[in-house]
């Protein structure tokens, strides 16, 4: 189906929705292989639908395996979208959201779910009985330990990668990175002989919201490695000696799947200081991963370890030193220019008039992540969508700068009071000048 037709058929179902129509256009999203669009529409249409339409709207996305679309669509307090919605949460590795789910609607009165759903939810009837009466039976619990087939199953991990195409602003660091990580993959039998290793540890640190994440995964696609995001949860367990099993296991098998990125987001987690805490099984898995990154027996070349933190100064110190995380890139919030690129990039294909003034809009959002500024944008939108609301006519309001005046007036940046506790690491704790860039930052910026 051609784009032509494709909006002629959003337009009669912004008119007069129905299923029907909604399978329609969704089919053909999902023919165009536009996946970013198709989640769009759905969560749009989800505001019309009867719940039966959405039903039966979610049962041909599901056997498309489009989960997340699923998820716009069904709701955890409608019975009969119910297992569907369980289904679409174990296929989407949220067992957790799952579970809990599932207990709430014990709790609300509706039906126990069928043996099957609740076997994939590793629900026993003992667990239900109690839910339901209220009434706790003293036993051993039982709980499974993970195997280790599951454990290293690093697809379950896999997300997909970009480049530096993507990133907004911060020259500067993807021209550091080019130079000491993405060339040694892309050339590694010149720093081979330079007896250079291939890989190792980088930690992003900054403000949240300033692209950590989106850096880690572009800086796997310019190594065209794959990039696996290891989350805490993946790793902490119950048991002692099962969480260091686990850390283990894991990056064996990146090793033999080299070249990958592994990814670790909020690292202060899984590598506080040791001195700090009391829980002698966080420290020795700690004392594991140190081990993992550098250990004797250990080879990582290929395997990027890359982590994320918004408070460095928590990271235990063995962590960096050379030849484990011994490259630190502070991600600052974006200059002016930089906020201008992602105020223009989150509006694009949004409907808005020409005339808004970007320069002036970046000049007015100093100190703003790009967290806040999509933030802006939301806000501006919704301006839009209540005046458009308002006039109640077919012809939608555009965006315009008075839109954004008005959400300015409702913004403030996030970031003031991190920039004010790392100001004063940077200026009684700097080990080694390893917060330099914070304060050149504060120095240039802080005014």
Request: proline share 3%; net charge negative; aromatic share 8%.
């Amino acid at each position: 189906m051609d784009i032509n037709t494709l909006n002629q058929l959003k337009s009669v179902f912004k008119l007069t929705p129905s299923s029907q129509l909604a399978l329609v256009i969704c089919r053909a999203y999902i023919e165009n292989s536009e996946d970013e669009n198709l989640q769009e529409f759905v969560s749009k249409a989800a505001g019309v639908l009867s719940d039966k339409d959405k039903l039966e709207t979610a049962e041909e996305l599901f056997a498309q395996d489009e989960f997340k679309c699923c998820l716009e669509l069904l709701d955890a307090e409608c019975e009969e979208h119910l297992d569907l919605l369980l289904s679409c949460l174990l296929k989407s590795d949220q067992r957790i959201k799952a579970r809990n789910i599932y207990h709430h609607s014990l709790n609300s009165g509706m039906k126990d779910r069928s043996l099957e759903i609740k076997k994939m939810l590793g629900v026993n009837d003992e667990e239900t009985t109690e839910k339901n009466t209220g009434k706790k039976k003293r036993r051993l619990k039982v709980v499974e330990k993970a195997e280790i087939a599951e454990i290293t199953d690093l697809f379950k991990y896999q997300q997909k990668v970009t480049d530096f195409s993507d990133v907004v602003g911060l020259e500067n660091i993807k021209k550091q990175i080019n130079k000491k990580i993405i060339l040694p993959f892309q050339k590694p039998s010149l720093f081979q002989r330079f007896k250079k290793k291939i890989g190792g540890g980088v930690m992003l640190y900054g403000p949240p919201g300033c692209g950590k994440t989106l850096l880690a995964r572009a800086t796997a696609g310019e190594c065209n490695a794959t990039f696996y995001n290891v989350e805490l949860s993946d790793i902490i367990d119950m048991y002692i000696g099962e969480s260091e099993q686990k850390l283990h296991a894991i990056f064996e098998k990146a090793r033999s799947e080299t070249p990958c990125v592994l990814f670790f987001d909020e690292f202060e987690a899984m590598a506080a200081k040791r001195e700090s805490s009391r829980n002698s099984s966080f420290n020795n898995l700690v004392s594991q991963f140190l081990t993992e990154l550098d250990g004797f027996s250990q080879n990582n070349s290929g395997v990027l370890v890359l982590a994320s933190t918004n408070v460095p100064w928590s990271i235990d110190s063995a962590f960096l030193r050379p030849g484990r995380f011994d490259r630190m890139f502070f991600v600052p919030p974006p200059d002016k220019k930089a906020r201008q690129g992602i105020l223009q990039h989150h509006m694009q294909e949004r409907p808005a008039e020409n005339n808004i003034n970007y320069p002036a809009l970046a000049a007015k959002c100093k100190g703003f992540s790009g967290a806040d500024l999509f933030n802006l944008v939301e806000m501006a939108a919704d301006e839009a969508i209540d005046e458009s609301l308002a006039a109640d006519t077919e012809q939608e309001v555009l965006i315009s700068q008075k839109h954004f005046n008005e959400a300015l007036h409702e913004s403030s940046s996030t970031t003031i009071e991190w920039l004010t506790t790392a100001r004063n690491y940077a200026r009684y704790a700097n080990d080694g000048g390893r917060y330099n860039d914070v304060l050149k930052f504060i120095q240039k910026y802080g005014k």
